[in-house]
Nanobody, 119 residues
Framework: QVQLVESGGGLVQPGGSLRLSCAAAVGINMFNVMGWYRQASGKERELVAAITRGGGTTYADDRKGRFTISSDNAKNTIYLQMNSLKPEDAGVYYC?????????????WGQGTQVTVSS
């Protein structure tokens, strides 16, 4: 299992911003896709945003225009800039490294970072 360490979560008011980071213990170019997935209480993990080795990105529809995923190969780190946060964005955000956007048993996961959006 490749070590992925997330950071940057916390409590923010609606309309606020957070920047999540995911640092990998290996070169992130080893993976076809890296992404951020959110899991709300009692719900399944869902794709928020992902980035391919070639720099292509994809977003969940309700995050387009508010969230931006990026990567820094020199630092083996991906980021998720989250703006205009809404209460429904809250949950545990997990970093994933794998072959596709879909969730697979072969994926590598971080431990998650909690995002709370509340006034």
């Amino acid at each position: 299992q490749v070590q992925l360490v997330e950071s940057g979560g916390g409590l923010v008011q609606p309309g606020g911003s957070l920047r999540l980071s995911c640092a990998a213990a290996v070169g992130i170019n080893m993976f076809n896709v890296m992404g951020w997935y959110r899991q709300a209480s009692g719900k399944e993990r869902e794709l928020v945003a992902a980035i391919t080795r070639g720099g292509g990105t994809t977003y969940a529809d309700d995050r387009k225009g508010r969230f931006t995923i990026s990567s820094d190969n020199a630092k083996n780190t991906i980021y998720l800039q989250m703006n205009s946060l809404k209460p429904e964005d809250a949950g545990v955000y997990y970093c994933k490294a794998g072959s596709t956007f879909s969730i697979s048993s072969l994926d590598h996961w971080g431990q998650g970072t909690q995002v709370t959006v509340s006034s």
